[in-house]
């Protein structure tokens, strides 16, 4: 994941736009790995690891409507997760993650099933992302390698 977290790192710094991140499923694993690269103190601003559906009220702001009719492994909770982070860390960018790592699921919310959004200044973009893989840990790193690549393709455009 280095690889792309650091060309996602170069491209911050070239366009000087600063990143938040809030993840849920992932666990941190992106915000941990965006750490590891030399300089990313200059374009990430921090992260929240909102595990939790009340962390997710309380502090990130998710609405507990959204909450109770989505659920937290939805497109419309990582909406709201890159919005409310975005403006709370002042940053121009956002990645939010929340999914079902596994190793469990149902048929609404199956083991790899995982929803990524961007907020980029006003607007917000949101991915859903289908892992095949009932492996934890794989599952937490895979969508923040994803998620790192969305942001790449998007910044490239």
């Given amino acids: 994941m280095n690889i792309v977290t650091k060309e996602l790192v170069d491209l911050l710094k070239e366009k000087k736009l600063k990143l938040s991140v809030c993840e849920s499923a992932s666990c ?8 590891e690269i030399p300089g990313a103190s200059s374009v990430f ?3 929240i690891v909102s595990y939790t559906n009340n962390i997710k009220e309380k502090v990130v702001g ?9 659920g937290a492994i939805s497109a419309q909770a990582a909406y709201e997760m ?5 403006l709370l860390m002042n940053s121009d960018l956002c990645i939010s993650i929340t999914g079902n790592a596994g190793p469990s699921g149902d048929e609404s919310k199956p083991v790899g099933l995982f929803y990524v959004g961007i907020a ?11 892992i095949d ?9 895979k969508i923040a390698l994803e998620a790192s690549q969305y942001l790449i393709e998007i910044l490239k455009k």
Avoid: P, W
């Fill in 28 to 35: 941190g694993a992106l915000a941990s790995s965006i750490g």
């Fill in 45 to 47: 601003v921090g992260g």
């Fill in 62 to 70: 998710v609405s507990k409507k959204t909450l109770e009719e989505h």
């Fill in 82 to 86: 890159c919005q409310k982070t975005n």
């Fill in 120 to 130: 980029i200044m006003d607007v917000v973009l949101v991915k859903e992302y289908q």
């Fill in 133 to 141: 893989s009932t492996n934890r840990d794989y599952n937490r790193f």
